[in-house]
């Protein structure tokens, strides 16, 4: 019965490694000061284990991504409102931007590396798609909100790593009032929604 456990090694190592590159990012004051050599020795592993798991870099750093966001996805797709599907758009749209914000803010190293890691565009990521999905799905039931694709980039670029780091880090605007400032610019683009 080799198999079973060498499954249970396999999930008890990637846990492993998502929880030392956890806690190196939480760490490290660059997201570009963890690397891979840095993972597997905090893990416990050797470089080709992570290696096979992830593939590379940017593979770990969605794989650790998705991990933190997964509870936040949970709540957007079935939770109650304001996140869930059962609230009405209007207050749905700023709720979700608003836990976006929160988790960005929570996880700053993690996704300025990510979003800074791709090769490609950063509208192409899989995290990326998802929310636009989601959001654009929400801003389409609005009456009156002429685009909805449109206005989900324009939203979700008011929560992208580098602008949060920008403001967070370079600026030092205080957490509640990116949150405030957030809301107002999200309040205003459903207003003119309303007015056309």
Same mark, same amino acid.
């Given at each position: 019965?080799?198999?079973? #456990? ?7 190592? #990637? ?36 290696? #096979? ?78 929310? !636009? ?19 989900? !980039? ?33 309040? #205003? ?8």
């Amino acid at each position: 019965m080799p198999e079973p #456990r060498a499954r249970k090694d396999a999930a008890r190592n #990637r846990e492993a490694v998502l929880a030392a590159a956890d806690a190196l990012f939480a760490r490290r004051e660059s997201p570009e000061d963890v690397t891979m050599a840095d993972v597997a020795a905090a893990a416990g592993v050797g470089k080709g284990t992570l290696f #096979r798991a992830f593939g590379d870099r940017a593979g770990l750093l969605r794989a650790l991504y998705e991990a933190r966001l997964e509870p936040l996805r949970e709540a957007a797709e079935a939770g109650p409102p304001p996140l869930g599907p059962a609230a009405p758009p209007q207050q749905r749209v700023p709720a979700l931007l608003d836990a976006l914000l929160c988790f960005k803010l929570d996880n700053r190293r993690l996704t300025l590396a990510l979003e800074g890691s791709g090769s490609t565009s950063p509208y192409r990521a899989e995290h990326y798609e998802q929310w !636009h999905d989601l959001l654009r799905a929400v801003l389409e039931q609005i009456p009156g909100l002429a685009d909805g694709h449109f206005t989900a !980039h324009a939203l979700l670029a008011a929560t992208r790593a580098d602008l949060v780091e920008h403001l967070a880090g370079q600026e030092g605007v205080p957490r509640e009032r990116m949150r405030a400032q957030l809301a107002d610019f999200t309040t #205003r683009v459903l207003a003119a929604g309303d007015r056309d």
